[in-house]
């Protein structure tokens, strides 16, 4: 078992039917054996947020974001200030 700090983790992509995943934190990558839901319903959800079926980030860890303008809405609302 590896200990992660929980606000560096970075759940990884991987087919979200596959039952695992890889998770990124400090510079490493460790599989786990888990599906993302259940990833995440165990990590801060004041931190982490579901961004694609296969996908969920740590926003304190987004350093450049490249966006379009019909999802520019609902990143504000998320973000709750004007970009």
Do not use: C
């Amino acid at each position: 078992m590896v200990r992660l700090d929980r606000d560096t983790a970075v759940p990884g992509s991987m087919p979200p039917s596959a039952g695992r995943g890889l998770l990124h934190a400090g510079g490493k990558e460790y599989r786990y054996r888990s599906t993302l839901g259940s990833l995440q319903r165990r990590l801060d959800t004041n931190l982490f947020d579901r961004v694609h079926r296969s996908a969920a980030v740590n926003a304190r860890r987004i350093r450049e974001l490249t966006l379009s303008r019909k999802y520019r809405p609902q990143l504000e609302a998320w973000l709750r200030q004007p970009l």
